[in-house]
T-cell receptor, first 109, second 115 residues
């Protein structure tokens, strides 16, 4: 069964304190790993897609990386506006997106 | 573009009542998804439409749930009768290109509370 586990559940950082979020997955035939950002009271917003081990993508202070077992979302010098819940999802051979529970990130000034 | 529009934003109802959630996808998108989000189970796909046709409804929890897409610009998710365990945030999302499209555009959701 396809499964996604994110850690930690919650992360508190000071502004400028870099860190990483983890997404571990088991899937038959990975057809993409996705990162979404979700703000309170809103729907998830697409950030990245990664397709193969070794692939990296960047957007502003965020960088996503992928191995055969997990993905990391690195946040460099975060700002308060980066506070949100970050969701990881995988797509297996069945085609559906399977989401993790998310990591709630709080960045204090 | 207005994005995916859902209504109502909040719905409070009593157990046994019928609930109808509405969604207007982004114009030109040909795929529509209904998701449910809870603390316990996270985001779960309920049903997926492509070109107004239901393709996969295996995530619909029970016969009490039904979804329709009468045209390319409107979809409904109905729960009849509603139960307290149906309380959740229900999201509609749309995309161009079907199930394998990487980018889903989500609405702001409907917060459903069944008392």
């Amino acid at each position: 069964e396809d499964q996604v586990t994110q850690s930690p559940e919650a992360l508190r950082l000071q502004e400028g304190e870099s860190s990483s979020l983890n997404c571990s997955y088991t899937v038959s035939g990975l057809r993409g790993l996705f990162w979404y950002r979700q703000d309170p009271g809103k729907g998830p917003e697409f950030l990245f897609t990664l397709y193969s081990a070794g692939e990296e993508k960047e957007k502003e202070r965020l960088k996503a990386t992928l191995t055969k077992k997990e993905s990391f979302l690195h946040i460099t010098a975060p700002k308060p506006e980066d506070s949100a819940t970050y969701l990881c999802a995988v797509r297996g051979q069945g085609g559906k997106l399977i989401f993790g529970q998310g990591t709630e990130l709080s960045v204090k000034p | 573009d207005a994005g995916v529009i859902q209504s109502p934003r909040h719905e409070v109802t009593e157990m046994g009542q019928e609930v109808t959630l509405r969604c207007k996808p982004i114009s030109g998108h040909n795929s529509l998804f209904w998701y449910r989000q809870t603390m316990m189970r996270g985001l779960e796909l309920l049903i997926y439409f492509n070109n107004n046709v239901p393709i996969d409804d295996s995530g619909m929890p029970e016969d009490r749930f039904s979804a329709k897409m009468p045209n390319a610009s409107f979809s409904t998710l109905k729960i009849q009768p509603s139960e307290p365990r149906d309380s959740a945030v229900y999201f509609c999302a749309s995309s161009l290109g079907g199930l394998l499209n990487e980018k889903l555009f989500f609405g702001s959701g409907t917060q459903l509370s069944v008392l």
